[in-house]
């Protein structure tokens, strides 16, 4: 019993480590803007799944918190701070809470949909990221904000597949009794 529960606080710790440090992976491959801070917080679903919630919200805030920090790159770091680090986490309780397939849907885009103009507009008016607004100018943004709504339900997928994986393959391999 007590190594199975040092292997999930183990798991916490690791899953926690490798969400920041795929945030500094946007470093080296500035292109993956918004793949990285996603990556990341798939990280933290094992956190979710076998710690529970508030645990990962914790495990969030702290990399959050150290990704503002230390990151060189504030978008990046706001866009995991304002969606992609908490939406994983928080799917599971919609997803749990939820049975309305439709409600689900209409919830997650009206939640993906204020996080992005929240992150945008927290880079511009909370860092001073002219270069952001001006790259936003002329309807690009409303042109992003349509591709993230087109793409978002292949996140969606891609959550839901690394859900399943993890509960069928990884889980049953770390957690089994011995």
């Given at each position: 019993m007590r190594r199975k529960q040092s292997t999930?606080?183990?798991?916490g710790g690791i899953s926690a480590s490798l969400a920041l440090t795929l945030l500094f992976l946007s470093s080296l491959f500035p292109f993956a803007l918004y793949a990285v801070p996603a990556m990341a917080g798939i990280?933290?679903?094992p956190i979710g799944i076998e710690l529970g919630l508030s645990?990962?919200?914790v495990s969030y805030a702290a990399v959050a918190l150290l990704g503002l920090l230390i990151l060189p790159d504030r978008e990046v770091a706001m866009l995991f701070l304002s969606f992609f680090g908490y939406y994983p986490i928080l799917k599971l309780k919609i997803d749990r809470a939820i049975h309305s397939r439709l409600l689900r849907l209409l919830i997650k885009f009206v939640l993906f949909n204020t996080a992005m103009i929240g992150c945008y507009g927290a880079l511009i008016l909370l860092f001073g990221m002219t270069q952001v607004a001006s790259e936003l100018k002329n309807g690009f943004g409303l042109l992003l904000l349509a591709i993230g709504n087109v793409t978002f339900p292949i996140y969606e997928l891609a959550l839901r597949n690394v859900l399943i994986f993890y509960r069928m393959r990884i889980q049953s391999i770390l957690f089994r009794d011995r």
């Open positions: 999930r606080v183990a798991l990280a933290l679903l645990v990962a919200g």
